[in-house]
T-cell receptor, first 116, second 111 residues
Framework: SAVISQKPSRDICQRGTSLTIQCQVD?????MFWYRQQPGQSLTLIAT?????????ESGFVIDKFPISRPNLTFSTLTVSNMSPEDSSIYLC?????????????FGPGTRLTVL | QQQVKQSPQSLIVQKGGISIINCAYE??????FPWYQQFPGKGPALLIA?????SEKKEGRFTISFNKSAKQFSLHIMDSQPGDSATYFC??????????FGSGTKLNVKP
């Protein structure tokens, strides 16, 4: 498996500001993903963070709103830009291609974001 | 189009009973079917997973039953305990790339 940490664990932000969420994993992984989970709802994939290249975004999500970085095989950031109350959600990082466990995704603890 | 449909939305089971959660999928190319367990305030944790070449997989009290012809799979929790109370998500993927998640089932096991 993999140990994944996210920072911050939670935050309360003002409308119009931006927040960067960090995801750190304890081993080199080939794939990193960012999900959004609204309260009581399922997980929605925002994008796949590709090391050394642009992230791949899902329908309904754009780079200007959710810029992603992945500078190496253990770290990624997701920025939620120009926030509005509709962005209030839990943001989850997950990883795939973990050494000795290549066939599944492991999730971080999530970042709970509230936008006022 | 929802790739994975999950039911029921919520489930109440008495301690010691069997909890059953069902999922159905559309894409016959899917080749990996995991179940995740999520407690409030935590990220989803992998519980058990199955490939389509077997019809059943058991790990402790948790069993996945897989019906390839019907494109359905289910999670059975035997001897359900209050500590099993959580939200359960099924998922499906092809080549372990993009995961498609079900809508989730909130399980409440009453003591």
């Amino acid at each position: 498996s993999a140990v994944i940490s996210q920072k911050p664990s939670r935050d309360i932000c003002q409308r119009g500001t931006s927040l960067t969420i960090q995801c750190q994993v304890d081993s080199q992984v080939t794939m990193m993903f960012w999900y959004r989970q609204q309260p009581g709802q399922s997980l929605t994939l925002i994008a796949t963070a590709n090391q050394g290249s642009e992230a791949t975004y899902e329908s309904g999500f754009v780079i200007d709103k959710f810029p992603i970085s992945r500078p190496n095989l253990t770290f990624s950031t997701l920025t939620v830009s120009n926030m509005s109350p509709e962005d209030s959600s839990i943001y989850l990082c997950s990883v795939g291609g973990v050494p000795d466990s290549t066939d599944t995704q492991y999730f971080g603890p999530g970042t709970r974001l509230t936008v006022l | 189009q929802q790739q994975v449909k999950q039911s029921p939305q919520s489930l109440i089971v008495q301690k010691g009973g069997i909890s059953i959660i069902n999922c159905a999928y559309e894409n016959t190319a899917f080749d990996y079917f995991p179940w995740y367990q999520q407690f409030p305030g935590k990220g989803p944790a992998l519980l058990i997973a199955i490939r389509p070449d077997v019809s059943e997989k058991k790990e402790g009290r948790f069993t996945i039953s897989f019906n390839k012809s019907a494109k359905q799979f289910s999670l059975h929790i035997m001897d359900s305990q209050p500590g099993d109370s959580a939200t359960y998500f099924c998922a499906a993927s092809k080549d372990f790339n993009k995961f498609y998640f079900g809508s989730g089932t909130k399980l409440n096991v009453k003591p």
